[in-house]
């Protein structure tokens, strides 16, 4: 019943409209950023917690985007880091703030995770995710759910309430559904939109893009780190298709004598390289967060693919980088730094 | 259609009952070894190919198994080298060997991977597996298959027929089934001892042990790495859980410039590890197969695990280790080396 009461929480942290509370130490607000302000954090400083989230690094043109759409994907970037945020600004866990900034955006059908997902060729969602707690490196996983209306949640049940780490297909549904987590019909996850793109492709009047992923990575005042990563896959993917969002070390990874990533591309080639596992590899071996994804995102490229990841290092640095045209990303930590992005810098 | 072929051809070399062409040159026969002897190659001569291969590590104690059982296992193991060794003898590629050899496995009750895996609870076999090819990273992966006879040869149909690394459940069958590879009922799978075996787990006389999983590494005369790993998991494991097969980086992994590892052990650790991806790095920094492999074991030890793998270096170095009670393994190489094995030396 934990995880309900856990949901219901954040459900609750995530509606709020306050503003939020400034918790940061005064001597530590010299780059204070109003919302959507770049800000540049004083160098070598370590935040109490940080906390960054991505909503997918897809094939868009530099704007290509509707203002419309644009607006939607940052409010709800936006709404996904005030509730991680809200976690640990009351010294909560970051194995609490992603999965609460991760079911934000599973509910927000501006992205390619839970509501909202891409359809595969045959008209529905198939959805995958991972959760990893950097304390003892302790990861859940689920891939292929079709009912299950936050699957981030019901990753982290098969993490604290199976002896396994992941599920697929049916069993994982009934699993979540036998613990009481929130089901939905199959409609419920499709939009207009995603049938339309599907539609697109299907007429080959497109290609089939990768629309990306969502993501969030989080370090709390104890120094503890977690990752999460919740997609829909590809668009028009085969069904029984798995990508690397629920493939612990490649979709995501998070040890606390490392770093914590969530990464966000084609993920075949995140499957390939384990990406997540590699950047967190490099980061031990001394490279900084910015070092090692760049490094590993080379790697990606050199096989052909494309994508981006968020990372924060045990040391408190952080990166948020990608190849490809763009990447939703957002970025807020104790100091009050606090912005979203979608194109490079 | 492609597979269909090899996979006809590799079941004749599998049935294959004459002595294998010895085709080592003679100046590095030295240690030329007769069936079961332990020979000691030459060191720092790297053979002009080699092909590892395990059978699980399991939950043995010393002397624990019957001599008739171990007996059934060593020739299983045998035939498995020499199906793969036939093919890099001919001066075939890895990935075919690595094929090869796990489909002899597979079909062999004697092991936990195709006829005569493990059952879940619910009385199934839900088989997984994945195949990676050195060259270029390519990888693929199934999990949850029912009714294929011989998943290995699914991972290598998703890498080579698909536009993606992996599918699991229904689809994966069907995807199968499509391609024209061997369809079996579920009956097939499921052997007298192994429902035996569930029936004493569910009557809580024994625990469920994890009996591993079988798998190939090879190198070929052109120096190509190649890994491929299949198994029904655990005993007694809940339907629909995924464990570390078919995971790329953690069941298996190969590339040319480290090296190809095939692992086997309580898979959850080696996802939370990302084992074999982590032995690969570690060569590609210059350590040695059996350093690299070692120091990942005690990664897997370190959280609470145990299990074992087969690995071979780009420089042709091999370990063949484990920290559980044995580990059904087997080495042949272009040298004449050919041994089979179960308990520490």
């Known amino acids: 019943m934990r995880l309900l009461v856990v949901g219901a929480a954040l459900g609750l942290a995530a509606c709020a409209s306050e503003p939020p509370v400034r918790e940061a130490p005064v001597e530590a607000r010299s780059a204070q950023a109003r919302e959507g302000e770049t800000s540049t954090p004083a160098p070598l400083e370590?935040?109490?917690?940080?906390?960054?989230?991505?909503?997918?690094?897809?094939?868009?043109?530099?704007?290509?985007?509707?203002?419309?759409?644009?607006?939607?994907?940052?409010?709800?970037?936006?709404?996904?880091?005030?509730?991680?945020?809200?976690?640990?600004?009351?010294?909560?866990?970051?194995?609490?703030?992603?999965?609460?900034?991760?079911?934000?955006?599973?509910?927000?059908?501006?992205?390619?995770?839970?509501?909202?997902?891409?359809?595969?060729?045959?008209?529905?969602?198939?959805?995958?995710?991972?959760?990893?707690?950097?304390?003892?490196?302790?990861?859940?996983?689920?891939?292929?759910?079709?009912?299950?209306?936050?699957?981030?949640?019901?990753?982290?049940?098969?993490?604290?309430?199976?002896?396994?780490?992941?599920?697929?297909?049916?069993?994982?549904?009934?699993?979540?559904?036998h613990s009481g987590l929130d089901m939905r019909e199959e409609d419920y996850f499709v939009t207009e939109q995603r049938l339309d793109s599907l539609q697109r492709v299907l007429d080959q009047l497109e290609e089939a893009k990768n629309t990306g992923t969502v993501g969030a990575v989080a370090m709390d005042r104890e120094g503890n780190l977690a990752a999460a990563t919740s997609t829909g896959g590809m668009m028009a993917k085969m069904p029984g298709r798995v990508g690397d969002a629920p493939i612990v070390g490649a979709g995501?990874?998070?040890?606390?004598?490392?770093?914590?990533?969530?990464?966000?591309?084609?993920?075949?080639?995140?499957?390939?390289?384990?990406?997540?596992?590699?950047?967190?590899?490099?980061?031990?071996?001394?490279?900084?967060?910015?070092?090692?994804?760049q490094a590993t995102l080379k790697e990606i490229a050199d096989l052909g693919g494309d994508g981006g990841a968020i990372v924060i290092s045990h040391d408190g640095s952080v990166s948020l980088a990608f190849n490809s045209a763009g990447m939703y990303r957002g970025q807020i930590d104790a100091r009050g730094v606090k912005e979203t992005k979608v194109y490079p810098d």
């Not at 940080?50 to 644009?70: D, K």
């Not at 709800?76 to 703030?97: K, N, P, S």
């Not at 509910?107 to 959760?131: Q, Y």
Request: hydrophobic share 50%; glycine share 10%; charged share 20%.
């Open 252 to 293: 995501g990874y998070a040890d606390n004598a490392s770093c914590a990533v969530s990464s966000t591309g084609h993920g075949e080639y995140y499957i390939r390289t384990s990406f997540a596992r590699m950047v967190c590899a490099r980061v031990a071996e001394g490279m900084s967060a910015e070092a090692a994804t």
């Open 46 to 177: 370590k935040p109490e917690w940080t906390l960054l989230v991505h909503g997918g690094a897809g094939a868009l043109s530099s704007g290509s985007l509707s203002a419309e759409r644009e607006a939607a994907a940052m409010a709800g970037l936006d709404a996904a880091m005030e509730a991680g945020a809200a976690v640990l600004r009351e010294g909560g866990l970051a194995l609490d703030a992603v999965e609460a900034a991760v079911r934000v955006l599973e509910d927000d059908e501006s992205f390619n995770a839970g509501r909202g997902a891409v359809l595969t060729l045959a008209g529905k969602a198939e959805l995958d995710a991972m959760i990893m707690d950097g304390r003892d490196r302790n990861a859940g996983a689920v891939a292929q759910l079709r009912f299950t209306k936050n699957p981030i949640s019901a990753a982290r049940l098969v993490m604290e309430q199976t002896p396994h780490v992941m599920f697929a297909g049916i069993h994982a549904d009934a699993l979540a559904a």
